[in-house]
């Protein structure tokens, strides 16, 4: 992975010397040097710049030009590359508190908005759960686990839903041949299929496919959860985690032990967070390994809808 | 045994036997034929309008969801395997152990084969969302997926089944190529080609029987992969209903069930239509009728090990399943799958006065029914009861309700299976002339003259 790097860095620095600048703009996406020329700029004042991939290049200070949305530049195999390739040294994981949640669902327009899905599409569902006829009911949001063990990826034909090495799994829809066994797999009904046209055919929307938004959605293929893989890449926390009023998710680095409330923004130890409240994953029996933690709704901060609580009594009986 | 008849009884007996084995081939069938042929091919129009209009909306024109995203298609694709497995019974293990009341049913069990498996490359295809990138397969394709091992042996199942239809034919088209100088130009080149130089030499008929006999033991473990491989689709997941380890043995032992009825059918069918009730007797009837039995009870086995055992237990998640198959909203379907399928026939069968063609015909058409239906009892149910909840999602996802062009795309590819297997039976006799005429005491030489 870093080789790749350390490679596509020479080269664009190849490229600066010999001066095809058009071209180098084109492969990495930086268009800050676009007007630069070798020989004119012998006697000018330099100054060094680094590079998104860590690398620092010489530039003319007078010619230099602000750019706003370097990702926008990207063509479709940059992003399927990098995508696919994940943020290294990450390790990402969730927390969510069950005891904050009141079933706002902020997450989960959020996360319909940005995806653009259909509203029986949920790449993040709010549950109402109850485990047992006596126990408490609450509320449970749940996305993709982003398991270790994947289900999901072992079963694909063509490797279009992959685990990358910060942990998220993500699918490529440009490949993805609509089999569905992924869905089959699944064992916390994560997956979504696009069965008819989907939002942005209807709209015509035609940005080139961007792995980590998974947008445009395309009809015949596989939505999932992507822990927002995009937001991620800028340093933000995801959608529905810096959607939620109530401070049900915190989201982080396991690698670093830290993770971030979305709505209070305090930053703590994971692994104190999960000992003391004593967290758990979801169906751990199955042996998949999860990497979205829960902590149980106990002291719950809402009570239950009790509108809510008539429709699981009923769904009981059956 | 050749030495008992003399040259001219041996020859009279050749005549008999080749004339009517190839009567059918060149029987003018006329409305009876037209009918069918009419009736498959306005089966196949509906087909493909439903199939434009699924290539045209997507999937959704169906009636599946994300609750419930395999239904009719990967049911009917589990059924077509099933069905040809029994090529594999019938040629490679009653053949090898030297079984010969098979020699009237062989071919049509190799056709049988033939047909379903051919299919079952196909109907998978009907099933993805996007069949435009089929080719993704190859290109990127992934050895631990499931998917791929059962690519890989449906192809070579379909390969080693065409082979076992086509090398038994070699002397039959070269006797066919002698006896009907004067059938049209397409026909004769077809024989000329597939009798490959055919003329009866000793070394000839050695390396037919080798090639046979050598393919009949390959067929055998590349038979049993393609169905175990089709139900780990299943059983290589973790949900309720599919998570069991005998889905492998499970699914062969139904396989020959769904199989034998197929053949029992197409027996009855030839035996009236072909006209060949001296060699389709009463006793090669009474024969397949207590193979079903032996199969049925194989099954009948494995579905009690299959119901009963997680039935006992009532394990959490196992129990909403097993409670909704035997007394919930797919009662209905599962107890006709067992009793007609299964249980029945089995006692039916017992009784040699059933085992007669018309009662067999019509117990043969409910396992083929059943065989369906319980392949949809397994694919469907399972994905309706998830380890979570299905909420936030409308009514509709709670249940499975197949919709017209669905049906009508099942239909039209269990129409092209019988297609094929109708058009194989005209270009070809149904049973195979050369190995009848060897058991009926003719020479080599006569056969070859």
Known sequence: ?318 | MSGMLNKEESKSRFDKIADDLIRPMTKNDGLSLQIWIFLLVTVLSLFGYAYFLQLRDGLGVTGLHDYASWGMYISNFVFFVASSLVGMLITAVLGLIGIKWITPIARIAEIVAVAFAMMAGLVIVFDMGRPDRLLNVFIYGRLQSPIVWDLTVVTSYTIISLLLLILPLIPDLAIIKRRLPNAPKWQLLLWNILSFGFVGTPAQYKSIHKMVRVLSILIVPVALAIHTVTSWLFASTLRHGWDSTIFGPYFVSGAFVAGVAWVILAMYFFRHQYNLKAYLHDEVFDKVGKLLVLVSLVYLYFNINEFLVPAYKMKAGDDHHILTLFTGSWAGLFWFSQIFGNILPIILLLFKRMRKPGYMFTIALLVIMGAWIKRYIIVVPTQLHPHLPIQNVPEAFHVYTPTGPEIAITLGTIGMAILIMTILAKIFPVISIWETAEEAGVDHETINQ
Not at chain 1, 91 to 101: E, R
Not at chain 1, 150 to 157: A, D, E, I, Q, Y
Not at chain 1, 278 to 287: H, I, M, S, V
């Open chain 1, 1 to 318: 992975m870093c080789d790749t790097k350390e490679n596509a860095g020479a080269s664009r620095l190849d490229f600066l010397k010999s001066g095809l600048l058009a071209g180098a703009a084109a492969v990495t996406g930086v268009n800050l040097l676009s007007s630069f020329t070798p020989i004119e700029t012998s006697s000018e004042q330099k100054v060094k710049v680094l590079t998104p991939d860590g690398h620092i290049v010489e530039v003319e200070e007078a010619k230099m030009v602000p750019v706003r949305e370097i990702k926008q530049e990207l063509g479709l195999t940059e992003l399927q590359q990098r995508g696919r390739e994940g943020i290294a040294g990450k390790h990402w994981v969730m927390v969510i508190d069950l005891a904050k949640c009141r079933n706002a669902r902020k997450c989960m327009e959020s996360c319909q908005n940005a995806h653009h899905l259909k509203p029986e599409q949920h790449h993040i569902n709010v549950l109402q759960m109850q485990d047992g006829e006596h126990t408490a009911p609450y509320y449970m949001p749940k996305p993709c686990m982003h398991c270790d063990n994947t289900p999901c990826t072992k079963v694909c034909p063509v490797d279009a839903t992959f685990k990358r090495q910060d942990g998220i799994v993500l699918i490529d829809n440009e490949r993805c041949i609509g089999c569905r066994f992924c869905v089959a797999a699944c064992p916390y009904s994560a997956r979504v299929f696009n069965w008819t046209e989907t939002l942005d055919e209807k709209n015509s929307y035609n940005a080139p496919y961007n792995i980590e938004l998974n947008v445009p959605q395309k009809k015949g293929t596989i939505s999932k959860c992507l822990f927002s893989a995009d937001r991620l890449r800028e340093n933000k926390l995801p959608y529905c985690v810096s959607a939620c009023p109530n401070g049900t998710y915190w989201f982080g680095d396991m690698n670093e032990d830290a993770v971030t409330n979305g709505t209070t923004g305090e930053t703590v130890r994971f692994s104190e967070l999960i000992e003391k409240n004593d967290a758990y994953t979801l169906l751990p029996e199955l042996g998949t390994k999860p990497n979205v933690y829960y902590l149980p709704a106990k002291d719950r901060q809402f009570p239950f809808d009790p509108e809510d609580k008539k429709k699981l009594n009923e769904s009981h009986k059956h």
